[in-house]
């Protein structure tokens, strides 16, 4: 176990941070820990000493980590950006899946490249399932929408509900438009004449 | 034939001539298209910028100068071909501080030197007593903001090396960290500090107009080869931001470009906050106000155009503000970085700048881009 490198995670969106964690200890690596809450970064860093650090783009905090480069008095060892500068095509792609990570100088390559990788793969899950439940929410609220305005035309024209479903396709249809478009125009246009 | 180019940018108020360019059609009149990606560090900026994901970058003078140097952490020349501001950054206290300061003086600090010179007593007083330095925030390692309480600590006699630490605090966490006493003081833009000052965290002690009259804040950061590869397109991109340039410069069309700026995809604060920082004109505490027209400029001056002597003034203060010894081929690598010659192809310029000094410095050595070991020589001296 001499030789598990500590990874950090730094993220303060907690789902994220479990997602990467568990992908990490599931492919051994049992050295992994959290931060979430970054106030004297450098100073809970330098406690810490991890060997990889990992940190999602979005955060701000990736400016405070710059300083290592220069305050050899706060952390002990140098650190260096993942991976090499020349191997641009792995840092396009983890910039891409919104992380970044940072390695003590010594680690070896294809171990952090491993661990690059998991990270990345993780990172691109969550941001899947977020995109996925932002899908449903939309078509939930969609659907929504769509019985309020077959609602508006049943009473407004005496129609049945199928009767007002396929008037509102209809001229969806005829005007080049999304069935969407079509009842949130119903239900704007109602709210307007109230 | 309509040309794209990805510009990166960080929501700062700095960040006008790019947002401008968009937003008032100049780049679509110059046939250009400009798509703005806004970011959260200026890590990411530069990151994205040397690996091909942006075209072009918002990006502070001092990190595209290290950047290009290999100093810090990424070692990709870069090219500087344009300008985009001077000053709009102040020096904000934490509120204890602040009050120290007042007590010293008998009243509250009215200009840099007295407020330094107040200062150097409480930090003198503090270190008899044996408490621990003051931390100043700034946004960067290499940063003007950096440089700027350099140049306001030396004024007091201040030592920045030994008598205060630097920590890098990003801006929007600037108040919360003053707030808990992370940080004592911090150099930041605005928002920042007015929002230091609503909340009764802070109050600002120095603008940044008062310490340098031109040094470069942000500048337009380019990739060598992007220059090299697409030179049409950069031109049009210059032209495009010297018109941007022109029209953010004239106060009559500062509520145009404050609520420009406000909407939520840039900046997302009030117009009104935006507009305080464009005419200058900021509560600096709980009762007074103060107003500066360099508070924040964006063309005059010779600030859109990229003169190499300020690429080299900004490689010394690097060097000088992390103790390194001069080396006369970085300082020429540093020169290299800002390109006039592109400037001028793009903009049709053959006017040399008129500034002897293109610094402006209100306080401490001459700088004289000849003798950079002069200059950093009297730095040390303090």
Same mark, same amino acid.
């Given at each position: 176990?001499?030789?598990?490198?500590?990874?950090?995670?730094?993220?303060?969106?907690?789902?994220?941070?479990?997602?990467?964690?568990?992908?990490? &200890? =599931? $492919?051994?690596? *049992?050295? !992994?820990?959290?931060?979430?809450?970054? @106030?004297?970064?450098?100073?809970?860093?330098?406690? +810490?000493?991890?060997?990889?650090?990992?940190?999602?783009?979005?955060?701000?905090?990736?400016?405070?980590?710059?300083?290592?480069?220069?305050?050899?008095?706060?952390?002990?060892?140098?650190?260096?950006?993942?991976?090499?500068?020349?191997?641009?095509?792995?840092? &396009? =792609? $983890?910039?891409? *899946?919104? !992380?970044?990570?940072?390695?003590?100088? @010594?680690?070896?390559?294809?171990?952090?490249?491993? +661990?690059?990788?998991?990270?990345?793969?993780?990172?691109?899950?969550?941001?899947?399932?977020?995109?996925?439940?932002?899908?449903?929410?939309?078509?939930?609220?969609?659907?929504?929408?769509?019985?309020?305005?077959?609602?508006?035309?049943?009473?407004?024209?005496?129609?049945?509900?199928?009767? *007002?479903? !396929?008037?509102?396709?209809?001229?969806?249809?005829?005007?080049?438009?999304?069935?969407?478009?079509?009842?949130?125009?119903?239900?704007?246009?109602?709210?307007?004449?109230? | 034939?309509?040309?794209?180019?990805?510009?990166?940018?960080?929501?700062?108020?700095?960040?006008?001539?790019?947002?401008?360019?968009?937003?008032?059609?100049?780049?679509?009149?110059?046939?250009?298209?400009?798509?703005?990606?806004?970011?959260?560090?200026?890590?990411?900026?530069?990151?994205?910028?040397?690996?091909?994901?942006?075209?072009?970058?918002?990006?502070?003078?001092?990190?595209?100068?290290?950047?290009?140097?290999?100093?810090?952490?990424?070692?990709?020349?870069?090219?500087?071909?344009?300008?985009?501001?001077?000053?709009?950054?102040?020096?904000?206290?934490?509120?204890?501080?602040?009050?120290?300061?007042?007590?010293?003086?008998?009243?509250?600090?009215?200009?840099?030197?007295?407020?330094?010179?107040?200062?150097?007593?409480?930090?003198?007083?503090?270190?008899?007593?044996?408490?621990?330095?003051?931390?100043?925030?700034?946004?960067?390692?290499?940063?003007?903001?950096?440089?700027?309480?350099?140049?306001?600590?030396?004024?007091?006699?201040?030592?920045?090396?030994?008598?205060?630490?630097?920590?890098?605090?990003?801006?929007?966490?600037?108040?919360?960290?003053?707030?808990?006493?992370?940080?004592?003081?911090?150099?930041?833009?605005?928002?920042?500090?007015?929002?230091?000052?609503?909340?009764?965290?802070?109050?600002?002690?120095?603008?940044?107009?008062?310490?340098?009259?031109?040094?470069?804040?942000?500048?337009?950061?380019?990739?060598?080869?992007?220059?090299?590869?697409?030179?049409?397109?950069?031109?049009?991109?210059?032209?495009?931001?010297?018109?941007?340039?022109?029209?953010?410069?004239?106060?009559?069309?500062?509520?145009?470009?404050?609520?420009?700026?406000?909407?939520?995809?840039?900046?997302?604060?009030?117009?009104?906050?935006?507009?305080?920082?464009?005419?200058?004109?900021?509560?600096?505490?709980?009762?007074?106000?103060?107003?500066?027209?360099?508070?924040?400029?964006?063309?005059?001056?010779?600030?859109?155009?990229?003169?190499?002597?300020?690429?080299?003034?900004?490689?010394?203060?690097?060097?000088?503000?992390?103790?390194?010894?001069?080396?006369?081929?970085?300082?020429?690598?540093?020169?290299?970085?800002?390109?006039?010659?592109?400037?001028?192809?793009?903009?049709?310029?053959?006017?040399?700048?008129?500034?002897?000094?293109?610094?402006?410095?209100?306080?401490?050595?001459?700088?004289?881009?000849?003798?950079?070991?002069?200059?950093?020589?009297?730095?040390?001296?303090?």
């Amino acid at each position: 176990m001499m030789d598990q490198p500590s990874i950090l995670i730094i993220d303060e969106n907690h789902a994220r941070a479990a997602i990467i964690q568990d992908g990490l &200890r =599931e $492919a051994g690596h *049992a050295n !992994v820990r959290w931060l979430s809450e970054t @106030g004297n970064l450098l100073k809970q860093i330098a406690k +810490i000493d991890p060997d990889v650090i990992v940190i999602d783009l979005e955060s701000p905090n990736r400016d405070v980590l710059e300083q290592m480069f220069q305050v050899s008095r706060l952390v002990k060892r140098p650190v260096a950006m993942f991976v090499d500068q020349s191997d641009s095509a792995s840092i &396009r =792609e $983890a910039m891409m *899946a919104g !992380v970044s990570a940072y390695v003590v100088d @010594g680690l070896r390559k294809d171990r952090v490249k491993h +661990i690059l990788d998991m990270c990345v793969q993780r990172f691109d899950v969550f941001s899947r399932l977020t995109e996925e439940l932002h899908e449903a929410k939309t078509a939930l609220a969609d659907r929504k929408v769509i019985e309020r305005a077959k609602g508006i035309l049943m009473e407004a024209k005496s129609l049945n509900e199928q009767e *007002a479903y !396929v008037l509102m396709r209809k001229t969806a249809m005829d005007q080049k438009r999304r069935l969407i478009e079509v009842a949130r125009a119903i239900v704007l246009a109602e709210s307007m004449l109230k | 034939m309509t040309s794209s180019i990805r510009v990166g940018f960080i929501p700062l108020i700095d960040a006008a001539i790019p947002i401008a360019a968009r937003e008032c059609g100049f780049a679509e009149r110059e046939g250009l298209q400009i798509e703005l990606v806004r970011e959260t560090s200026w890590a990411n900026i530069r990151d994205k910028l040397i690996h091909g994901l942006f075209d072009a970058s918002h990006m502070l003078a001092p990190l595209a100068v290290a950047t290009s140097l290999g100093i810090g952490n990424a070692k990709v020349p870069l090219s500087v071909p344009f300008g985009l501001n001077a000053n709009g950054n102040c020096i904000t206290l934490a509120a204890r501080l602040y009050r120290a300061l007042e007590e010293v003086l008998g009243h509250a600090p009215r200009d840099p030197r007295q407020s330094a010179q107040a200062l150097k007593r409480v930090i003198d007083r503090r270190k008899a007593n044996g408490d621990p330095p003051i931390t100043f925030g700034v946004v960067f390692p290499f940063s003007v903001h950096a440089i700027i309480v350099r140049h306001w600590l030396r004024l007091g006699g201040i030592d920045p090396h030994n008598d205060v630490q630097f920590q890098v605090v990003p801006p929007p966490f600037m108040v919360a960290r003053l707030s808990e006493g992370e940080i004592e003081g911090c150099c930041v833009g605005e928002p920042w500090n007015s929002r230091a000052v609503e909340s009764g965290v802070g109050s600002i002690v120095v603008f940044g107009s008062e310490i340098s009259r031109c040094a470069p804040d942000k500048v337009l950061a380019l990739r060598n080869e992007t220059v090299v590869e697409n030179p049409e397109s950069i031109h049009r991109l210059l032209r495009t931001y010297q018109l941007a340039a022109r029209w953010c410069q004239d106060s009559s069309n500062h509520a145009n470009l404050a609520n420009m700026l406000a909407q939520p995809e840039y900046l997302n604060v009030a117009p009104k906050t935006v507009l305080n920082a464009l005419s200058g004109s900021l509560a600096v505490n709980r009762t007074e106000a103060r107003s500066a027209s360099d508070f924040l400029v964006f063309q005059g001056d010779g600030i859109n155009w990229p003169d190499p002597r300020k690429a080299r003034w900004l490689y010394a203060e690097i060097a000088s503000g992390l103790r390194r010894p001069l080396d006369e081929g970085q300082a020429q690598a540093a020169a290299a970085v800002f390109r006039p010659d592109v400037f001028d192809a793009a903009t049709g310029n053959n006017a040399l700048p008129e500034a002897q000094d293109p610094i402006g410095l209100h306080f401490g050595p001459a700088f004289d881009a000849s003798d950079l070991k002069a200059y950093v020589d009297a730095l040390a001296r303090g």
